[in-house]
């Protein structure tokens, strides 16, 4: 999202499609400090993804396995700097 709270991309998948494998497709080409997610992303994949891009990610844990290890990022981030992933439950 922007500092004006709109989506700066989205992607349309089916129902079954799990968020964590559009991650990619989401900050690709998106240039932010941190990447802000909801528990649907929690996944090695994309916590390195979002290293790689240059950005911390601040997930909340699903479980307490992998490299988030159940410990979320307690931070503050200025808006203009979020990129926030979409949930939808």
Known sequence: MDAHGNPVR?????GTTAD???????IEG????NLI???????DEVVDL??????QAVIPPKKKIGKNNGNMTN???PCDTWLKMPFYT
């Open 10 to 14: 989205m992607l349309i998948t089916k």
């Open 20 to 26: 964590c494998t559009q991650a990619g497709k989401l």
């Open 30 to 33: 998106i240039d932010a400090d």
């Open 37 to 43: 997610a909801d528990k649907g992303y929690d996944t």
């Open 50 to 55: 979002a290293q790689d891009a240059g950005m």
């Open 75 to 77: 931070i503050s981030i």
